[in-house]
């Protein structure tokens, strides 16, 4: 089955802390994986992708995140968290040549003054 | 270019009625999918449309449907809208295997 998996639903990290977000998925073909932000009341910004190639992808607002295939994981990470990182964080997954996507259930960033 | 934009962006409905969204891509891109966000189910596909023809769909009943216009723009209609349809409804567009999103339409059903 494909599935995504976000074990943490809801993460505090103090700001300038680093940060790194959960994400384990099941596919059974190759794996396009995407992290998305939503703020509230808002849609999905594309935080980063991996479609192949180098597994450490690097993408926007200080972002990046690291393909482990025998780990089935594409987690996230970010160095030094700002106070405007708080948000919902959404990996998801796809194949090639699909508008597919397949969500995991979201984790919620609270950052502390 | 534009974003994907999405009208309306509130609704207000009753049980029973239906209701249309709309959706227009960015220009050139030829896909759009459409998603169900709860705090419940998550983000849930529910349908996609290549060159005005369905490509794939979720597992959603047969009230949720979907078409797309020959200049890519789609609607999506629920009918007999249910109180467990209330969610925001997300539309986005496909280029190069990334999709884009706009901005979504709340919709509430009363």
């Known amino acids: 089955a494909q599935s995504v998996t976000q074990p943490d639903i809801h993460i505090t990290v103090s700001e300038g802390a680093s940060l790194e977000l959960r994400c384990n998925y099941s596919?059974?073909?190759?794996?396009?994986l995407f992290w998305y932000v939503q703020s509230p009341g808002q849609g999905l910004q594309l935080l980063l992708k991996y479609f192949s190639g180098d597994t450490l992808v690097q993408g926007i607002k200080g972002f990046e995140a690291e393909f482990k295939r025998s780990q089935s994981s594409f987690n996230l990470r970010k160095p030094s968290v700002h106070w405007s990182d708080a948000a919902e964080y959404f990996c998801a997954v796809g194949g090639g040549n699909t508008g597919k996507l397949i969500f995991g259930q979201g984790t919620t960033l609270q950052v502390k003054p | 270019k534009a974003g994907v934009t999405q009208t309306p962006r509130y609704l207000i409905k009753t049980r029973g009625q239906q209701v249309t969204l709309s959706c227009s891509p960015i220009s050139g891109h030829r896909s759009v999918s459409w998603y169900q966000q709860t705090p419940g189910q998550g983000l849930q596909f529910l349908f996609e449309y290549f060159s005005e023809t369905q490509r794939n769909k979720g597992n959603f009943p047969g009230r949720f449907s979907g078409r797309q216009f020959s200049n890519s723009r789609s609607e999506m209609n629920v009918s007999t809208l249910e109180l467990g349809d209330s969610a925001l409804y997300l539309c986005?567009?496909?280029?190069?295997?990334?999709?884009?999103f706009g901005p979504g339409t709340r919709l509430t059903v009363l």
């Open positions: 986005a567009s496909s280029f190069a295997n990334e999709q884009f």
């Open positions: 596919y059974g073909a190759t794996p396009y």
